[in-house]
Structure formats: structure tokens, C-alpha cells
């Protein structure tokens, strides 16, 4: 296949020269004050990428062909941005930027949900011990994303957040708690996708074979359907709706985030919020050329479309945020992934790379040989924090941020060995660093928010529409008709597979 040829900027940046990153501070002394931005309780670091004056002018450039402020505004206005379905993005008015309406209804809503948990903590649904989390996809990487990293901020309750409809993953969340003392989430905007209300309904029978009285009593449905999660027996004081314009994969501001905001407490929830309500200031206030999400976008396409890199790599050193690689998955490729534009052309050169990545330092005795000496060239982000999350000795955090540190140097550096080309490291490849004060609710809200804002940036720079996600359907489609006609119709490797493993049914 042949990519098509790059539009205008994009082809006249291609044409720039590209910098040698172990020389380029000898010849940009200035490149920290202009290429090192510090937002709130986050640095940002992307002196380490081959970002010149000279590319940044081309990518100003093309974020104002692609009417990149306008679009900006439109988001946080709560217009149609989400163009083939002809819906608003909302997520910011959860944080209380956006259309004032909006942003009033995600306010008492949230304080619908604040009144719900405070009604838990005294007692109205018993004793509760236990929080299980049902949902997939958004609906449940924001939740264990959130409460894996701040569970040290006093977690009350044990939580599990179950999303895959493999029998296994459900058996042993159950095994682990007291039905008498659980309290079940079901999480799903429909209220009606497979996996969730499969492992819904195996919960509500492990509830019913332990004897629990009323064991719809103790579900409490996050959904913008209502109506369907009345109809599938929880009354209706225990919903906690969330808008039809806030989308599954950015949810997690809203009823979502349920199961955080009674296991670490509403004050964690309400200082979470906040970090994201800056971020989202910044990114709509600020000048481009000092817009964090948008620099980072700048880096995005430049290695994507322009080197042609099809992957990125995210590290976080930090065991805290461990998650962020998974979530940041669903986050970039299914908003971004895309192959068309938002008015139904192909889109001109390659759109979202593959989203990976890991904890360091594990990921150093992993995967970082094929990063130092691979042929593959990907960019790495590295994201550290200066504070630790324990109180050992200081040996541990100091070890961990030295190699963080280092790996960002060693990529850029690189070392010859003339005699032993197996041990030569090329050098300049790029990586930018992210380094944040600590591990806190504010923190971890401007950070996913700065991560949603990037995406949407890169979306606006390929002329694509973040907020779809058709992708995923053909294979549901496909499966649920396996379910309700059969197996026909099938290729031979399909129709052997069903054979083998079910039996032809």
C-alpha cells in the first residue's frame, strides 16, 4: 500500500533538515527555556526530541490551516464535534469547563452521586466492605487506572474491577470477597454491552446462591441509559446517569468514576477533578507555542507522519502508574486510529502509531535492547515523579529516577565502538520526559486530561474525528450473530475454529 503524499506543511516540514540530537544543545543553547514548559505540578520535557524553531513554525503553521482554535473552541463550547454522530464531547463540563449548561448538569449529577455515597457510608445499604466494579473498555480502565495509582491517598474499601467476560477474571474477584458485604458497579453507557451484563448477571447469581436478600438492592448502575437499567431490576435511587455526550473512553469524570470516589473518599475525587479542570484551562487559554497538549501533539506528528515511526512507547517510573501504558492504549488508538477524515477522504499519511510501553525499571531488562539497538526507530516517554509513593529508604526512589534519567540520555547520546559493533549504541533517538511532583489526585487529573487534549490535538492536525469508534463494531456484529443464527456463512478457518472449540454450535 502507498501512503499518500503529505499535504502542504507537512510536506514542506518533511523537506527541513533534521537535527542531530547529540549535537543539538551545542547549537541551541536556548533549547531548555523553549522546549522545557512547566504546567501547575507537571514539567514537560521535549528538549530531547528533534523539535527545531524551525519545525515548530511549521507545525504553528498547520494548526492554523487546520483551524486548530476554532476547533479548540467548538470542543469546549459543547458543539457537534463529534461529526458522524452528530454529538457533543463533554468530558471537559465534568470538570466544570464548557458549555455552562452542561457543565450545571454534570454539577448535580455529581452531587447526586455525592449524596448516594454519603447515604453508603452511613449505612443505608448495610455494611459494606466490598466495592465490585463491572464494565469495559472506559468504563473500567479509568476507575482501576485512578484507584490503583492514589490508593495510598487511604483506600476504604477492597475493590476489584472486573472488565473481561473470561469467566476467570469475574471467579476471582468473587473468591476474594464476602457477598453479604459487597456492593456491585455496573458500568456501561448502553446498558446493554455483552461483556458487562454477562459478568453483571453472574455477580447478581453469586449474590442469590449466598443467600443475600434483595441482591439488586445492592447494584448501583452508572449509565446514560436509565431506562434500561431500571428494566433490568435497579431502582431507580441507585442510577447515577451520566450525560450522552460524554464518551466511554473519557468517563471517567463523570458517574464512572463511582467506585474511586467511595473507595478514596470525595474530597480525593473533587482534588482529581480539579487537576483536570486546570490542565483544561491551560490547553484552552494558553498561546499555541506554549500549549503543552498541543507541543506534544507537534512531537506526535512529527515522528508519526513525517518519520513514518508506527509505534510509541510510554514508561512510567513510577509503580503508581502503572497502568497509564493500558490506558493510554484505548485512549490514543481507538480515538485516533482512524483512516478516514472527518469529511469522509482517506486520511493523507498515517494517523495514530501503536500505543505501548511498561513500569521502569522492569521494562530496562525487557524491551529497552530493541529501543537502544533495534532497528525500529520509536519514541520514548519517559514520566517519573520527584516524591515516592513509600516511605523505604531513599536508595530505592533515588535508583529508580537516576535510570529513568539515564535511559533518556543514553537514547540521545549513544556510543560508537569501532572494534565491537555489538556493543555500539547509534544514539538520537528521541524521548521526552515527563516529570511531576508526586503521585496526587491533582496530578493524576491534569495528567489524563493533558493526555485527552494531546489526542484531540493530533485529531485536529490529521483532520480526523476522535470521538467515533466504529472500529470496534464489525467484530461484536459478527460475534453476537454467531450467538443468535449460528456459525454460517463463515470462511473455513472460521467455520474449523467453532467446530473444534464449540462444538459446531
Known sequence: MTSPALPGPLASIAALPQADLKSIFTTDPDRLSKLVLTQGPIRFDWSKTHLTDDLMAGFLKLAEEQGFAAQRDALFAGEAVNNTEGRAAEHPAERGEGNAQSVAQAKMLHARMRALIDAIEAGALGEIRHILHIGIGGSALG?????????????RYD???????????LERALDSFDPKYTLIAVA????????????????????VEAGVEDPYGRVIALTASPDRAIAWGVDETRILPFAESVGGRYSLWSSIGFPAALSLGWDAFESLLEGAAAMDRHFRLSAPEENAPLIAAFVDQYYT?????????????????KLLPSYLQQLEMESNGKSVKRDGTPVDGPSAPITWGGVGTDAQHAVFQLLHQGT?????????SIEPGHVLDPAHHRALLVNCFAQGAALMRGKENADDPARA??????????????????????LIAFYEHRTFANAVLMGINPFDQFGVELGKEIAKSIETDGPTGFDPSTMALIDLALGGE
Open 159 to 169: 475493590v476489584a474491577i472486573v472488565s473481561n467476560v473470561d469467566g476467570t477474571a
Open 188 to 207: 456501561s453507557k448502553t446498558f446493554t454491552t455483552t461483556e458487562t451484563m454477562l459478568n453483571a448477571a453472574s455477580a447478581i447469581n453469586w449474590m
Open 425 to 446: 549504541y547509534p544514539g538520537n533517538r528521541p524521548s521526552t520526559t515527563i516529570l511531576v511532583e508526586d503521585v496526587t489526585p491533582e496530578v493524576v487529573g491534569a
Open 305 to 321: 507522519r513525517v518519520l513514518g515511526c508506527q509505534t510509541r512507547a510510554l514508561f512510567a517510573y513510577d509503580e503508581r502508574l
Open 143 to 155: 476507575p482501576d487506572l485512578i484507584i490503583d495509582a492514589l490508593d495510598g491517598e487511604g483506600i
Open 376 to 384: 525500529i526507530l520509536s519514541p520514548v516517554e519517559f514520566i517519573a
